[in-house]
């Protein structure tokens, strides 16, 4: 079906610039280690909970007003 081979290149062009974005902004962060922790801390929640992402978003923005 051509409208699902479209839809699925869709994807993954977007996933490939989500990810090179992520790489962009982890290159341009000071070497901070609260940066980092954060950074960290995401990755693992994203990875091992069933968090929704704008939840762990919103969390990072609040921390980042916090310090």
Not at 13 to 42: E, N
């Amino acid at each position: 079906n051509l409208v699902s081979h479209f839809l699925r290149g869709v994807r993954l062009t977007a996933a490939a610039l989500f990810a090179m974005t992520a790489i962009t902004q982890i290159m341009a962060l000071p070497a901070d280690p609260a940066v980092y922790g954060v950074a960290a801390l995401s990755a693992l929640l994203l990875l091992s909970k069933k968090i929704p992402a704008p939840l762990i978003v919103a969390a990072a923005a609040a921390a980042g007003f916090l310090m």
